[in-house]
T-cell receptor, first 113, second 108 residues
């Protein structure tokens, strides 16, 4: 019963390419989040969205943008991929104002060559 | 600024030994704290929340506001506890601030 689905488990892209990472949740959550996970750095928030078409920058938004046209889907866009964006990207979702924590996707490991 | 500190990158113990994974936070308000766990090749999942005061898989964590800590403890480690553990803080918003994680290795 997968509830947060990330479209790709592994991706390899070239420097300068535009990259789309997709995330879909089926729990009717208002909030959706994109984190990157790097060894020794933990999880760092890139962007989050608290409603359709609403977004807020996280701690490391540079080089990224997001799109949320429908409640269940949250896309992360790398406008021009660079090697320092090689990482594991995690999508998560939660209800607004509820403190039960997040539900995470299985992650997309992106390698930029 | 709000911050979560996990001072140990790696914690290695033998099966049956007690385990304590440290977590300290900085936040002047009323925090909500969580522990997440990621087993090998699995997604990150919630282990427990301080507000529920529950014990999951034998793990407990007590919020100590005086020491600003939320250490994760288990009296007798099992091999299946080997995983990456993250402490997370909700500082009055829906966003979680994560620590850098501690890898727990339990040897047989």
């Amino acid at each position: 019963d997968v509830k947060v689905t990330q479209s790709s488990r592994y991706l390899v892209k070239r420097t300068g390419e535009k990259v789309f990472l997709e995330c879909v949740q089926d729990m009717d959550h208002e909030n959706m989040f994109w984190y990157r996970q790097d060894p020794g750095l933990g999880l760092r928030l890139i962007y989050f969205s608290y409603d359709v078409k609403m977004k807020e920058k996280g701690d490391i938004p540079e080089g990224y943008s997001v799109s949320r046209e429908k409640k269940e889907r949250f896309s992360l866009i790398l406008e021009s991929a660079s090697t320092n964006q090689t990482s594991m990207y995690l999508c998560a979702s939660s209800f607004r104002g509820e403190r039960r924590g997040y539900t995470f996707g299985s992650g997309t490991r992106l390698t930029v060559v | 600024a709000q911050r979560v500190t996990q001072p140990e990158k790696l914690l290695s113990v033998f099966k049956g030994a007690p385990v304590e994974l440290k977590c300290n936070y900085s936040y002047s308000g009323s925090p909500e704290l969580f522990w997440y766990v990621q087993y090998s090749r699995q997604r990150l999942q919630l282990l427990l929340r301080h507000i529920s005061r529950e014990s999951i898989k034998g793990f407990t964590a007590d919020l100590n506001k005086g020491e600003t800590s939320f250490h994760l403890k288990k009296p007798f480690a099992q091999e299946e506890d080997s995983a990456m553990y993250y402490c997370a803080l909700s500082a009055g918003t829906d966003k979680l601030i994560f620590g850098t994680g501690t890898r727990l290795q339990v040897f047989p």
